[in-house]
């Protein structure tokens, strides 16, 4: 166009045309400064658009003079100075507009935070069902997701400003992903301020991702980046109340989960105790056992006041079931201290009463440790909710652990009873792990097939026990028995879990089980006629010799389970004495076929020359 306005006669016509664009530039710059935000950037877009305008009118003066006349070369330098200087102006020009936060990226992420805060209080579609404090923990990850990226921002202004867009999109879709965990808690207890907290961090997310385009398009503007930086903080605050609304509207869950805990630990630390006193060397401080009767009694009696609280605390707010869990927590810590003490009571003669208590003392905090975690899965869900059918049944064995401890109390100094008992709290503990075993999920340690056959030799041991003191009718020697059994079982129940883990189908998976729940249940069957024959003072040997007989064949499909887990056709017992003694033979053979090999590999030291009188 430059020759052609050199050499060709300028005409109206074309001054027309060139004209005609003012007009619509002028109105298209105020309406994109309305757009704007910032006064800066308004008064950029203005100077640019004057700037434009200037020079497409200097270039019409130079056309003019020009006149198309290809002798005026003089005025040719000065058009095409003209030329460049529109071109410059209108790229300038047009990557302010591609620039402004106001129309590219930032403006669709923007829109879809202020979108995904109108769903806030939408109700959600049913989708599947879980707990509470999973749901909990999905908004907290993306509340601090949230966070991370507007600190990153800060940090990234003046280092790599390119990179603030993918870090713009990333609050954009962790805010959605918030919400929509939000309208998933709608219907949980204090709801409310955590649908508050999340609204009110939807402002600071858009200002913050608007500034993070300006920053972008001018990393040198000072003024952005420090509201940028501003507009992080306000968004780390909000991330903060949101942080504390989950805490205060999930602190009763919060205190169940550290109440288990702790009754874990509590559970493990007594069964420590009761291997100590199988071994004969619990501590005796020397008092007698009657100064620490009624302690237990009365802290055994304070956990039902405990456990009616739990059950209360399901129906009503996070501050009430916090507290319950807290005090069902110190009430178990001050009875196991009270049955620890009163187990070393005990004189070294009563071993297995020690055993019996400090056993019994450990079913209770199993069952309320699994009475905190369904109060803690039932709290805010309605009557006929399932979570409300398992908090009554853990409830029930709650009440019935206690009732027995309290037994198991009053009886520790009646020799004529002790084996009795002891036989009625080993039931009932085979029947709460086959409970167990049904309802909870494989989450134990793995286990080896090896392991396997050595629980299964337990259960064996415990048997011929068993059967033993039935003969005998002895009340030490059944009270030995039942809580040998209680232990085999419970060892054995712990190992088909953890074999399980390692099947490599479901088929192999759930045989495992079955033999482990048929094995366990054969033996409380045992157990079970045994009190009922020591009760009526009539022990059947044969009777004894036919659950025997079943219990035998419950563990020789419990072996042949652990057969089937091993890999391979060669599978051998490894404690077997063949077996030792031929891996010993092969290990030696190994070892002098290694050796051999070596001395194939020596030669004779090469002989030195002694020089001659001929030096050959």
């Known amino acids: 166009k430059q020759w052609y306005q050199r050499r060709v006669a300028i005409t109206a016509g074309n001054v027309v045309t060139m004209s005609l664009y003012f007009e619509p530039l002028s109105r298209a710059t105020i309406g994109a400064a309305s757009k704007l935000t910032d006064m800066t950037r308004q008064q950029d877009l203005f100077s640019q658009a004057r700037t434009l305008m200037e020079a497409m009118s200097d270039l019409l003066k130079t056309s003019k003079d020009c006149g198309g006349n290809p002798n005026a070369t003089t005025l040719h330098p000065r058009l095409e100075e003209n030329v460049e200087t529109v071109t410059e102006a209108i790229q300038d020009l047009r990557m302010t507009l591609e620039m402004a936060p106001e129309s590219g990226l930032s403006t669709s992420l923007i829109e879809s935070i202020h979108q995904s805060r109108g769903l806030l209080h939408e109700p959600v579609a049913d989708t599947v069902n879980v707990s509470v404090m999973t749901q909990h923990e999905a908004i907290l990850t993306n509340a601090r997701a949230v966070a991370r990226a507007s600190q990153d921002m800060v940090g990234k202004a003046s280092i790599n400003p390119d990179c603030l867009s993918n870090l713009a999109q990333t609050i954009s879709e962790q805010y959605g992903l918030l919400v929509e965990n939000v309208r998933k808690c709608a219907d949980s207890p204090g709801s409310e301020p955590l649908r508050d907290a999340t609204n009110q961090l939807a402002d600071p997310c858009s200002e913050l991702v608007r500034t993070s385009a300006v920053v972008q398009s001018n990393p040198k503007d000072t003024i952005s980046r420090r509201e940028l930086s501003d507009h992080a903080k306000g968004v780390a605050q909000a991330v903060h109340h949101i ?5 205060n509207s999930s602190q009763g869950t919060a205190a169940c989960i550290e109440a288990v805990t702790v009754i874990h630990g509590i559970t493990g630390d007594l069964d420590t105790m009761a291997m100590f006193a199988r071994s004969g060397t619990l501590d005796n401080p020397g008092e007698p056992f009657s ?14 006041e405990n456990t009616k609280q739990l059950v209360a605390g399901a129906a009503s707010d996070q501050q009430q079931l916090k507290n319950a869990a807290i005090a069902a927590q110190g009430t178990i810590i001050g009875l196991a201290e009270a049955v620890k003490l009163g187990a070393g009571a005990l004189t070294l003669d009563d071993v297995e009463t020690q055993v019996m208590l400090l056993n019994a003392c450990m079913d209770v905090a199993k069952a309320l440790a699994n009475l905190i975690d369904s109060t803690k899965d039932a709290c805010g869900k309605t009557t006929d909710d399932p979570s409300m059918e398992q908090l009554k049944s853990s409830a029930k064995e709650m009440v019935q652990s206690v009732s027995s401890l309290l037994k198991t109390v009053k009886s520790a100094e009646d020799k004529a009873s002790r084996g009795t008992r002891a036989l009625e709290i080993t039931v009932d503990a085979v029947s709460n792990d086959i409970k167990i075993l ?13 392991d396997l056959i050595r629980a299964a030799k ?30 085999a079982i419970n060892d054995m129940l712990a190992t088909c879990k953890g074999a399980a883990l390692n099947a490599d189908n479901e088929a192999l998976k759930i045989k495992v089980l079955q033999s482990g729940r048929s094995t366990s249940m054969a033996y409380r069957d045992m157990l079970e006629y045994m009190c ?6 009539n022990t ?6 036919e659950h025997s007989k079943k219990i035998a064949d419950c563990v020789t499909d419990l ?5 089937e887990l091993k890999s391979g056709a060669d599978w051998v017992n490894p404690d077997d004495p063949n077996v030792i003694a031929e891996n010993e033979l092969l290990n030696a053979a190994a070892s002098i076929e290694a ?6 590999l020596l030669q004779p030291r090469k002989k030195k020359k002694v020089p001659t009188a001929t030096l050959r």
């Open 458 to 487: 337990e259960i064996t041991f415990a048997t011929t026990k068993a059967v033993s003191a039935g003969n005998t009718a002895k009340q030490d020697d059944i009270a030995a028995a039942g809580n040998m059994g209680r232990k």
């Open 532 to 537: 009922e024959a020591l009760s009526a003072n």
């Open 559 to 563: 072996i042949e389970c652990a057969k």
């Open 438 to 450: 049904d309802n909870a999920t494989l989450s134990a340690a793995p286990a080896t097939p090896e």
């Open 291 to 304: 100064t620490h009767r009624e302690n237990i009694l009365g802290t055994a009696k304070k956990l039902v």
């Open 540 to 545: 059947d040997s044969n009777q004894l010799r």
């Open 595 to 600: 050796a051999a090999k070596k001395l194939s």
């Open 243 to 247: 942080v504390q609304s989950l805490q």
